[in-house]
């Protein structure tokens, strides 16, 4: 199992930037695909973007070219640098992973654009 950590989400104006980071309880070399999702009020939640272990990235339609996804196995961390941020993209961002074939959630971070 693993415990994941968010960190690094705040209130930010529309144009401006936030690097949000998940710190896993262990190593995530061998976890193949660690990701960030959002969920905001009166949503439901929705996939944002996810890093395979081979570096290989995916992300929804409407965060490409704003977002990227990368990982730092020696950290044991993944980042979300969120750029452009507009005021649609308020929400709680948790980060998730896979191991073993279950699925561990954090405990979110807020992210709030003011416009």
């Known amino acids: 199992q693993v415990q994941l950590v968010e960190s690094g989400g705040g209130l930010v104006q529309a144009g401006g930037s936030l690097r949000l980071s998940c710190a896993a309880s262990r190593s995530i070399f061998s976890i193949n695909a660690m990701g960030w999702y959002r969920q905001a009020p009166g949503k439901e939640r929705e996939f944002v973007a996810v890093i395979t272990s081979a570096g290989m990235s995916s992300y929804t339609d409407s965060v490409k070219g704003r977002f990227t996804i990368s990982r730092d196995n020696a950290k044991n961390t993944v980042y979300l640098q969120m750029n452009s941020l507009k005021p649609e993209d308020t929400a709680v961002y948790l980060c998730?992973?896979?191991?073993?074939?279950?699925?561990?959630w954090g405990q979110g971070t807020q992210v709030t654009v003011s416009s």
């Open positions: 998730h992973a896979i191991v073993a074939g279950r699925g561990y």
